[in-house]
């Protein structure tokens, strides 16, 4: 079985209890949920302009399940292309490793500071902090991240990581944290656009190098490309001397036909927009035109161990879109933090742990922060069935735990017991009979409080309505006999 | 042994299953019914929604449309491919920029320049994206970043409504900026707001007969 992966990629503590903090936050909770309602209606009505959007998926996921099919050769081809148009291209095994080249790297050109562009994978190795441990300062140049950065806070989100704040909020960390602001600085988005431009332009005039991410890289040509909004990441991709991109190895696609697919379904999936304001594509270096010494670090730390398990591999097709946390009712209410992980929300709750290994305690949570809706599987522009991937997962914990504790553990006992439940007509009968008791266990306000053993996460925050007299398999048959 | 075999290794262990690629299943759009007047309307519409400035004009009126777009510049840089005629009616106050190979404009220069004028490659209509391919008439990719102000020839013969319509008219290998819009962000409460860090106004020429 492939190392698992390192960084930040685990959770801070077990869901349910951070979940329980997170919600008792009702600014965030009131923030996101405008957010999330808002976006989803966007979403729904460009993705309502094309008639074609179920091809599209279709495609999308093709392209992507038979480029983890041919991994290997897909990423040795991209290497080909890329160096032959004077790239270089760097492999890391783990978090740890990638940072300690892109360190180097940055250490080569002897600047002191960098400028970057959003990027999932810097923040998975936790690029930042050790670049400011070994000395040098890295500028987050997207809105969001700046907010995020200024604010001394995390993302809670992987399109717009500052989601969980409002407008109010964001002005009051400028005001604070900007060297340079005006005091008289309104909560207009306009006005704290603007502020972040005069904050940002010398850094991007005078920055001698650059760290991006990727949204995909096509292997047939060599290519990379950036889909962003503000402009940051042109600046970045074009102005300074040095370009350094850090790429997870599954962003990888095999023709460069292909973005004609992911660039139709990722804006409409993630902004709700026909479109991004602005998307770079470079491939290697070009004489005259942009950074002149531009590399690549391809990061594996865990996708190897992710490839390895054949019912949770498509996980890896995710194109991050973030349409499924937008949709997601768990998501909305506890907010992006409560996962711990970089990755979030329905796709977090399956990346995570697949990517560091189900039977890493940290992770053994994740798997059940989720009301197996569907409505994530729904909204994925390359139709990642979250659900089931969440279930198998649900599966893999149970074994890590029995094989840990050599006992059957209460989840245990709970899936037995449900599978004999369901198994037959006349067992679910038999526990019906039981209905009745519930209701002793409820108090006079007819619901039930706490839960025993592993079920009391459910009534933590919530309180179970006592069941009904009669189940309905009752009812019904009472209803038949007396007609 | 090197991180790259390692991780090559890694991916042979972990598809050890040896999982089929299938035929990609292209059903979606690649071909337009649109007539040349429709394809206009759904541009125009597109980049109106983005708050772009749109004009539709004829190619003998480019000179005195650039100059209308540019009254309040004071210096307009313009890569060296770009047809010069068509920054001939602009008034004597305002200071030609040429960026050409030998001859570039340092990025403190770019920043205090006011605008730039260049031409495109292919616009998607259904989508409101004008592509960039740095060919002589657009010039350098910071040439079209740097300055706040950005006017955009876009030929009528370039439009195609489907993304995958324009896919053939690009040499992909060349630096590519696609543009849906001035500089916006919605990074706070999910609001498209225009005008961060790329040019802030975006006017957009649709030019019949070229
Ligand atoms: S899992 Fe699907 S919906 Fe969620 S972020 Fe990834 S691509 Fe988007």
């Not at chain 1, 292309?81 to 291209?89: D, E, L, P, Q, S």
């Not at chain 1, 603007?194 to 001698?208: C, D, G």
């Not at chain 2, 980049?47 to 000179?63: C, F, H, S, T």
């Not at chain 2, 040439?143 to 992909?172: F, Y």
Request: glycine share 8%.
């Amino acid at each position: 079985m492939p190392a698992g992966g390192q960084g930040n990629l685990f959770e801070q503590e077990p869901f349910p209890k951070a979940a329980h903090r997170e919600l008792g936050n009702t600014q965030m909770r009131k923030n996101l949920r405008h957010a999330t309602h808002s976006i989803r209606d966007k979403r729904l009505k460009v993705v309502g302009e094309l008639p074609d959007w179920e091809a599209l998926r279709d495609a999308g996921s093709t392209i992507k399940n038979n480029s983890m099919a041919t991994l290997e050769e897909r990423l040795l081809e991209f290497e080909k292309n890329f160096t032959a148009r004077g790239g270089v291209v760097h492999w890391a095994r783990d978090a740890d490793e990638a940072n300690k080249i892109v360190t180097d790297l940055v250490r080569g050109t002897g600047a002191t500071e960098v400028v970057k562009v959003k990027s999932m994978a810097t923040q998975e190795i936790g690029l930042n902090e050790h670049l400011e441990s070994e000395g040098i300062d890295a500028f987050e140049t997207d809105l969001a991240e700046l907010i995020v950065q200024l604010g001394h806070d995390k993302p809670s989100h992987i399109l717009v990581p500052a989601i969980h704040k409002n407008r109010t909020e964001v002005r009051d960390i400028f005001l604070k944290e900007m060297p340079v602001v005006d005091p008289n600085l309104t909560d207009e988005p306009a006005k704290l656009a603007e502020a972040a431009r005069a904050h940002l332009r010398k850094k991007f005039l005078a920055a001698k190098v650059a760290i991006s991410g990727a949204n995909f890289a096509l292997a047939d040509t060599g290519t990379l490309g950036v889909v962003e909004s503000e402009g940051n990441g042109r600046m970045c991709l074009t102005l300074p001397e040095t370009l350094i991109t850090v790429m997870g190895i599954e962003k990888v696609l095999p023709h460069w036909e292909d973005i004609e697919v992911f660039m139709q379904l990722l804006p409409r999936s993630s902004t709700g927009e026909r479109m991004n304001p602005y998307t770079s594509l470079w491939t290697g270096v070009t004489e005259d035109d942009g950074p002149q010494n531009v590399h690549i670090v391809l990061l594996d730390n865990g996708r190897t161990r992710a490839l390895a398990d054949r019912f949770g591999r498509t996980a890896l097709n995710c194109i991050r879109c973030s349409a499924c946390m937008n949709v997601c009712p768990v998501y909305e209410r506890t907010g992006g933090h409560a996962y711990g992980s970089t990755y979030p929300g329905p796709i977090g709750a399956i990346l995570s742990p697949l990517l560091t290994g189900i039977e890493v305690e940290e992770n053994g949570s994740l798997p059940y922060a989720s009301s197996l809706c569907g409505a994530c599987y729904e909204a994925c522009p390359v139709k990642i069935n979250i659900p089931e991937i969440l279930v198998h997962l649900r599966g893999e914990d149970v074994d890590a735990k029995r094989e840990k504790h050599k006992l059957p553990t209460q989840m245990d006992l709970l899936m037995k017991g449900g599978s004999w439940a369901l198994g037959k007509g006349k067992n679910i009968g038999l526990l019906e009979k039981a209905l009745p008791l519930g209701r002793l266990a409820a108090g006079k306000d007819k619901k039930i409080k706490k839960l025993p053993g592993i079920a009391a996460g459910w009534t933590q925050s919530r309180d179970i309505p006592a069941p009904p007299n009669k189940s309905f398999r009752d009812w019904w048959s009472d209803e038949k006999e007396s007609k | 042994m090197s991180a790259k075999e390692e991780i090559l290794g890694r991916i042979r262990t972990a598809l050890a299953d040896t999982p089929v690629t299938e035929e990609v299943p292209r059903e979606y759009r690649t071909t337009s019914t649109m007539s040349q007047e429709q394809l206009i309307e759904l541009l125009v519409d597109r980049l109106v929604d983005y708050k772009a400035g749109v004009d539709v004009i004829e190619a003998e009126q480019i000179p005195d449309f650039v100059a209308s777009k540019l009254k309040d510049a004071s210096s307009v840089v313009y890569p060296q491919g770009l047809d010069a005629r068509w920054l001939s009616a602009l008034g004597s106050e305002v200071e030609l920029r040429l960026d050409a190979p030998g001859a570039r404009l340092s990025v403190a220069e770019l920043d205090a320049t006011s605008a730039v004028v260049t031409s495109s490659a292919v616009s998607v209509a259904e989508s409101g994206t004008i592509i960039l391919d740095g060919q002589p008439d657009q010039g350098r990719r910071a040439i079209s970043l740097v300055p706040d102000h950005h006017v955009c020839i876009v030929p009528v013969s370039t439009i195609v409504q489907l993304l995958p319509e324009a896919m053939p008219r690009l040499s992909i290998t060349r630096p590519l900026t696609w543009i849906s819009g001035p500089s916006a962000t919605s990074d706070i409460e999910l609001e498209r707001v225009e005008g961060v860090h790329g040019p802030r106004t975006l006017d957009v020429l649709m030019v019949r007969g070229l």
